[in-house]
């Protein structure tokens, strides 16, 4: 059941409109990874020069669901529980790689890490934490 | 050197351009608690109609920066550190109000915490912690 | 359904063996908050005179747990599902006071924080936020 | 300047006396990375037969410890600023296994991860990120 990289791409927009407004992209996304680039863009820049820490906490989240997504046939209704990030060193003026990977995938609780570089660069800009929740259903 | 809050959004907005694109508003700001607000905006919807991580995310950073300003007479060159977000309830569709407090000014480090609400309601949708390294300049 | 505080350090001495080791005391615990106190113990300091790390995320996490079980009448079969700490300042070499808060009980999730501070003190020497899952019973 | 792990191992129970009282012994510790193991023990038990989130706190900072003074010849001042642990699943009553990494060896601030696993287990037990912050020595 593994999904094309533009289907998870049209969902990914489709389910967090901030991931199209900003043009993300899904490079690859199967067995619970999942690696999204974010292009340069002027206004997701802090002043020095650096993509803002928000739109690095975004693209994140959306790699995180992407890589969720790949286990379960594209349907997912999990949301965030919670979300750590830590900045490492100034992100370079240009397009962000994030790699995600499931380290658990639970009935009622996930959770799994993303690296964050700069596109081009080997050491990380920040690394982040998640857990995601199942959404309960209800009749 | 309480700063009013025209100044301190125009800080804001200067430093942080999402917060400028989003409509960001400083409500309050004063001896280390600032309270912001996050205009309704349908492009920071998740399908479902809740406000999306990333925006709450990026209102918790800002508002805590607002927060340090407030102690330092609005000169700031700290960055985030880290910043760990949990997501409580599902926030409304409508404005978010962040109310920030900083826990503890160091020379090198700085810690404290954000509860965000849905504008009119007592329940908190999400708590934010985070630390802010402060830059070190070099001559 | 309020609880006396011997009866309810019976219980955390009871379902967590090192809070009873270390000689943990519940001073409050009721409406979802509780104070607890973790006596000075040689054993417990790092040298340098401050009491270890391990040793306030113990304190913290029996405290989170006591307010827990002070809005379920002492019966709470929750576990921890994540627990974050951040230190502040190093704390004195003497007993040290926990004040833990439920800032949500959820039916699966609930989550807190606790403020840890050398007795005698004001400033506190480290802060906690904490999730609790409800384990699930199966038959 | 690689150390011994018999060294490295003397010199954490040194630093850590909850370490030396648990029996923790140092595996392997080299360029960055170091592997602990706690011994079973009866009183770090929780009821149900898992072993305490404390313990494994506990064992996952001094992990971290070892891996750092492996970069350093083992001279390291640094102190914990922060530690987040999230919990996969109940370890089992047996030994557990710590794999530290260093992710980021920085001037003020370093970063890094510990998978935490049952002996003889594949699947992790608990995730712990943390950051360390050098000690500032003042003349």
Not at 58 to 76: F, Q
Request: one cysteine or more; charged letters at 20%; glycine letters at 10%.
């Amino acid at each position: 059941m593994s999904i094309p990289v533009a289907e998870m791409q049209r969902l990914v927009h489709e389910g967090v409109p901030l991931a199209r407004a900003w043009g993300v992209e899904v490079l690859q996304a199967a067995g619970g990874t999942a690696t999204l680039r974010l292009p340069h863009h002027e206004d997701l820049l802090r002043p020095g020069g650096t993509v803002s820490g928000p739109a690095l906490m975004g693209l994140a989240d959306v790699a995180m669901w992407a890589a969720l997504l790949s286990l379960t046939g594209g349907k997912d209704e999990s949301l965030t529980a919670n979300l750590a990030i830590t900045f490492l060193r100034p992100p370079a003026p240009r397009a962000v790689i994030a790699e995600a990977r499931v380290i658990k995938k639970g009935r009622t609780l996930s959770y799994g890490e993303v690296l964050l570089r700069s596109e081009g660069e080997a050491a990380p800009c920040a690394h982040v934490t998640t857990s995601w929740a199942s959404a309960v259903r209800r009749a």
